[in-house]
């Protein structure tokens, strides 16, 4: 599922396997700028790498396809263009270096506050499109 505010800052995939978590992240995304599409596991996030276009991708470390292939996947197919970033229930140096050593941007520790999420994708959103803009210049 899709949605799109009037204005949008990014494309954005959430993929999450608690549906409740995944229609709150959705809503306050939405509510924040963000054109959301919703998945509830990491197969059909991965699926979505081939017929659609996020600047940020935004998954659930632990679903039955889990986060971690859906940042490889994304990474490896779009590499710097776009943001990955894993929430997780543990907060831990493991935790964290493992999203990271497969090419996750943030890892952020559940329960993440909306706004931080909202305020961090933003960000990441802006440094994109400055990254692309710098790109431009230098072809």
Known sequence: MTVCPPSTLARVLVADDDPGVLRAMAASLVRGGFEVTTAN???????????AAFDIVLVDLHMRTGG?????????????RVYCAVLSGEDNDATR??????GADEVFVKPAPASMLRRR???????LRAAAVAHEHRA
Do not use: S
Not at 121 to 127: C, K, M, Q, V
């Open 68 to 80: 971690l292939a859906v940042v490889r996947h994304y990474k490896q197919r779009y590499g710097a």
């Open 97 to 102: 270096a493992d999203c990271l050593a497969v």
């Open 121 to 127: 994708l933003g960000e990441a959103a802006l440094a």
């Open 41 to 51: 596991d990491g197969a059909p996030a991965i699926e979505l790498a081939d017929t």
